[in-house]
């Protein structure tokens, strides 16, 4: 896993990522998704580059179910970005890294270019 990516350990520690970072970015997914595997190293790469403000943190959907259904995840790969504790962005599935991009990049500038 890229070194930029902590890994939950629980329920109770997602949400103290998420209240006590000013952004977070948590990436949801399990081993058993070869899509996702493929698809979180082009994210971390993306957020470090453009967005290096923002945490990203993984959460496994299989060790940690209660995590994805507190949060309203029923696919994997699921990234939710979140920005003083509120939820702004939800990509499930077929995810588009440049996507990603284009939505992040308005509510980053307001909150941390400002």
Same mark, same amino acid.
């Given at each position: *896993? ?21 952004? %977070? ?9 070869? %899509? ?6 082009? @994210?971390? &790469? *993306?957020?470090? &580059?453009k967005? $290096?403000? /923002?945490? *990203? %943190?993984?959460?496994?959907? @299989?060790?940690? $179910? &209660? ?9 994997? $790969?699921?990234?939710?970005?979140? /920005? ?12 588009? %890294?440049d ?5 992040i990049?308005?509510?980053?500038? *307001?909150?941390?270019?400002?």
């Amino acid at each position: *896993m890229p070194e930029n990516i902590k890994t939950i350990e629980n329920f109770d520690h997602l949400n103290d990522t998420i209240q006590n970072e000013d952004g %977070v970015v948590v990436y949801f997914s399990h081993e058993a998704c070869n %899509v996702c595997k493929v698809l979180k190293p082009k @994210v971390a &790469e *993306m957020l470090e &580059e453009k967005f $290096p403000k /923002l945490k *990203m %943190v993984y959460s496994d959907t @299989v060790k940690i $179910p &209660e995590a994805a259904g507190q949060n309203r995840v029923f696919a994997v $790969p699921t990234i939710l970005v979140f /920005l003083d504790g509120r939820e702004y962005i939800r990509a499930s599935r077929n995810i588009s %890294v440049d996507d990603l991009q284009i939505q992040i990049e308005r509510p980053y500038n *307001m909150m941390f270019e400002n």
